[in-house]
């Protein structure tokens, strides 16, 4: 069974760029939960999708954004770049929300 | 909303010793809290978790409580191994519906 599969695994962008990242979800799984992890901040929530809708949002500027495809895929997206979004951006899934989510290895964002 | 304080943020212990790790949380909806593992490198994975209609839960080496009335739960790392070295999470949601909400994580640290 496939795992959760994100891409692309690194990035480099610059200020005031936009970018936008892809979560494959674990097939059958339709919550899909995107994470922002920094050094000592751990795993902060950014947002949930659950079928196509979003369900729950973290406390991120509106900057960031995401949505779900019908394929439970989903992408985030990340408009003027600042220099402390540099991070790894986590995206996992799960059955209905939750509980039982796996990580995918996540995607490394490096703004310059 | 939910938030999980979770100490301490560095544990130094000797092989074989014992590591307790403690979370508390605040939303006295939250019913279900997993403990993710996550070595350097890599992403974050599922170890132990507990519903709160349980009290305690066992998994070899690895042991978690809760005591819903104080809103808080811990993880027991017993009989320490070098490769139990990693940042351990905590994390607390309501079942199916909300979002998975972390602690800032736990670098533990086991010497031989």
């Known amino acids: 069974k496939a795992g959760v599969t994100q891409t692309p695994r690194y990035l480099i962008k610059t200020r005031g760029q936009q970018v936008t990242l892809s979560c494959s979800p674990i097939?059958?799984?339709?919550?899909v939960s995107w994470y922002q992890q920094t050094p000592g901040q751990g795993l902060q929530f950014l947002f949930e999708?659950?079928?196509?809708?979003?369900?729950n949002k973290g406390n991120f500027p509106g900057r960031f954004s995401g949505r779900q495809f019908s394929n439970s895929r989903s992408e985030m997206n990340v408009s003027t770049l600042e220099l402390g979004d540099s991070a790894l951006y986590l995206c996992?899934?799960?059955?209905?929300?939750?509980?039982?989510?796996?990580f995918g290895s996540g995607t490394r964002l490096t703004v310059v | 909303g939910e938030n999980v304080e979770q100490h301490p943020s560095t544990l130094s212990v000797q092989e074989g010793d014992s590591a307790v790790i403690k979370c508390t949380y605040s939303?006295?909806?939250?019913?279900?809290f997993p403990w993710y593992k996550q070595e350097l490198g890599k992403r974050p994975q599922l170890i132990i978790d507990?519903?709160?209609?349980?009290g305690e839960k066992k998994d070899q080496r690895i042991a978690v409580t809760l005591n819903k009335t104080a809103k808080h739960f811990s993880l027991h790392i017993t009989e320490t191994q070098p490769e139990d070295s990693a940042v351990y999470f905590c994390?607390?949601?309501?079942?199916?519906?909300?979002?998975?909400?972390f602690g800032k994580g736990t670098t533990l640290s086991v010497s031989s």
């Open positions: 994390a607390a949601s309501v079942q199916a519906g909300t979002a998975l909400i």
């Open positions: 097939s059958g799984h339709r919550s």
């Open positions: 939303d006295s909806a939250s019913n279900y």
């Open positions: 999708y659950f079928s196509e809708t979003q369900r």
């Open positions: 996992a899934s799960s059955p209905d929300g939750g509980d039982g989510y796996t």
């Open positions: 507990i519903r709160s209609n349980v």
